[in-house]
């Protein structure tokens, strides 16, 4: 198994970080391989914000729920799908480019060339020897971020990004079964097979937290899922994306 592979499956989510600052060759690394993830159509249609200002860390920290390693940690990144410069490009040029930009199919394309660049960010950052923690937490309140960190129209912060040094190392946490996950020619649809999948898995996830709390938890993930996908969140995203001027066709 060459290094490169190693790297991604040793990937877990680290919370707690030396108080050092990245250097700026370590913030240009992660950033250019960033950079460097597959694109749709070349369109590049994502930003990313490095946030180094303590206060406005700290201010994300709270947005995000009071996440302390939002504040404590080497580097913070905003990763944002990006339109804007392409409205600029259109007045530049001369073409009517707003029915493209205003399109789903657009969005998606800023959501999915993002969400590239991220991960490979995330496994540059991990083959230095750093540690990551991805942050949907931001998104609790967008209009604040986007104050924050003083965004135009067609911009949509998405995630953030820790980085840092870890100071402590946490157990790798278990993935759903690879056959659960992979289908081969068509989707399978057999209740009984993903239930059992499930089942197994559920068994799996209850003893990785019993062992890791010494008891004090053993939930099963599909327990997690219900209750979390019960409860209604950041139900105000349509509308705020719309009013960024994005997925309104």
Known sequence: ?????????????????????????QIKTIVTS???AATSSFIQAYSIIGVKDKEKKKKLAEIAGNQEYVEKNGH?????????RHSIIGEKEQKDVTPSIESTEKFMVALIDASLAAQNAAIAAESL???????????NNLEEV??????????????GLAVGVPTKLTDKKPRLPYEHVYHEDEYEQNTEVYLTQLQKYDELISSYYEERTEGKRKDRWSEQMAIM??????????EFVQKNKLNLK
């Open 129 to 139: 020897g750093l540690g990551i923690c991805y942050i949907g937490g931001i998104r």
């Open 76 to 84: 913070f990144f905003v990763f944002c799908a990006d339109l804007y």
């Open 229 to 238: 996908l019960d409860r209604k969140s950041r139900m105000y995203m349509k």
């Open 1 to 25: 198994m060459n290094e490169v592979i190693q790297t991604i499956l040793n990937h877990r989510s680290l919370r707690h970080f030396e108080d050092k600052p990245l250097t700026d060759e």
């Open 34 to 36: 960033a950079q460097a």
């Open 146 to 159: 986007k104050k924050l960190l003083k965004t135009p129209e067609r911009v949509i912060p998405l995630f």
